[in-house]
């Protein structure tokens, strides 16, 4: 990408268009890095915005270098040492930084583009971890995550989640404050531990994940940015821990959903369900990768894991190129797998949607009754929209309508609100 900066006002465009793709690519590895230098990651972000700064101010004139990545690192690292030096503190951590330096200096690009692929894979790895730690609360680390490892903005949160920008930019603050006031090491943890907080960075790609597929609240039904987010950090996350079958599962699962993205809503952006849905707008680029990651999770033993059964339950979608061929009896043995490794009513919800497919809706209106007993589902939306679908086949419509209107009072979302009215106000 050298040689952009021609001083013109198109070469200037060209070069700001150049580094804005290399940050969004670049940011998370820089702040990694300097996060394991200086042991602080607010610190850490400081100093790698301060490196965008100067490759703003250079890069114009200069041109984007060949190795954009390892000259941010770099420009930080010198932010780092000047910090420390005019602090007269950490005379250490200074020493280690002033020989790093030295030795890069041998063969500048060489040796930092060496260096980066030794260390920014682990480094990267580890602010995952750090960022998704159990110490926070699920809505911090969602934030923490977005903002580290995704590179969005606070507005750009606050956005995404509906939420105010004050609330999320303390959301953040609170949550970096409290991984340093717990001493949460900077590292990749190992033995049990690994086990759960890969469970924890997992939880979160699939919370953001599923917030951007069905937005619980808002004017859209949904928020592709997320989705988004949330696939491209799994393939950082896959690249990073290959042998781990849930998190290539869980990509898989991400991919084989979002490949229907284009055909889940209209021209007015309602939704429309599965069943109707136009399925030559299915991305098979991406159904195909989905597939794939499916295989390589099956491969490494996580055929049980629940990201790759749901993944699995997918593939099933997937592969139908008609609705009617769709497997429903395999998708429903599927959720009753999925509900005996990880119990849920909303899973035993699906698994009943499911039988209403394959054996019709009288075999499984029993199933939804019994959950109505469930406190965990007492408010939830979906529940009643399901219920109101079956007795609608069933041909009690007077009972339907009023599972819709009660669905379309539960929901915060404006698009399934209108849906669900226009449901329980269909012509019998």
């Not at 930084?97 to 200096?105: A, H, Q, S, T």
């Not at 790895?125 to 934030?143: M, N, Y």
Request: charged share 25%.
């Amino acid at each position: 990408m050298a040689g952009l900066g021609d001083g013109t006002t198109k070469g200037r465009q060209e070069t700001d268009r150049a580094i804005a793709a290399v940050w969004r690519v670049e940011q998370a590895r820089v702040i990694a890095g300097l996060t394991r230098m200086v042991r602080d990651i607010s610190l850490a972000e400081e100093l790698a915005q301060e490196a965008l700064m100067a490759a703003l101010k250079n890069w114009p004139e200069a041109g984007v270098p060949h190795n954009p990545g390892a000259w941010l690192m770099q420009a930080g690292k010198r932010k780092a040492i000047d910090y420390f030096r005019h602090r007269k503190m950490a005379a250490g951590k200074l020493e280690t930084l002033g020989r790093e330096m030295e030795d890069e200096r041998l063969d500048a690009e060489t040796a930092i583009h060496e260096q980066l692929d030794d260390e920014v894979g682990d480094d990267l790895l580890r602010l995952i971890f750090t960022s998704c730690h159990p110490v926070l609360p699920p809505e911090s680390r969602v934030a923490l995550t977005l903002r580290l490892i995704g590179g969005l903005t606070t507005e750009e949160i606050a956005r995404a989640f509906l939420a105010n920008d004050t609330t999320i930019g303390q959301r953040i603050v609170r949550a970096k404050r409290t991984i340093a006031e717990a001493g949460v090491p900077f590292e990749v943890p190992r033995g049990t531990e690994r086990e759960e907080r890969v469970a924890s960075v997992l939880g979160v790609l699939y919370l953001i994940f599923n917030e951007g597929y069905s937005a619980t609240a808002g004017e859209d039904w949904m928020r592709p940015q997320l989705c988004e987010e949330a696939m491209r950090m799994g393939r950082i996350l896959v690249s990073l821990i290959p042998e781990e079958p849930e998190a290539h599962g869980l990509l898989a699962l991400m991919e084989l959903q979002h490949a229907r993205v284009r055909a889940r809503t209209n021209a007015a952006g309602e939704p429309v369900l599965l069943p109707d849905q136009n399925r030559a707008l299915w991305d098979q680029m991406m159904i195909r990768r989905g597939l794939d990651g499916l295989a390589k999770a099956q491969r490494l033993g996580g055929i049980a894991g629940p990201y790759t059964l749901q993944a699995a339950i997918a593939a099933c979608h997937g592969r139908a190129r008609k609705a009617e061929e769709t497997d429903w009896r395999q998708i429903a043995a599927l959720y009753g797998l999925l509900n005996q490794v990880t119990p849920s009513p909303v899973i035993e919800l699906n698994r009943a949607v499911a039988v209403s497919m394959a054996e019709g809706p009288a075999a499984a209106l029993p199933l939804v009754d019994a959950l109505k007993a469930s406190p965990a589902l007492e408010n939830y939306h979906l529940l009643y929209g399901v219920r109101g679908d079956m007795l609608r086949k069933l041909g009690r419509h007077t009972e339907a309508n009023l599972e819709f209107r009660r669905a379309a009072e539960l929901t915060r979302n404006a698009r399934e609100k209108a849906f669900l009215e226009g449901r329980a106000a269909e012509a019998i």
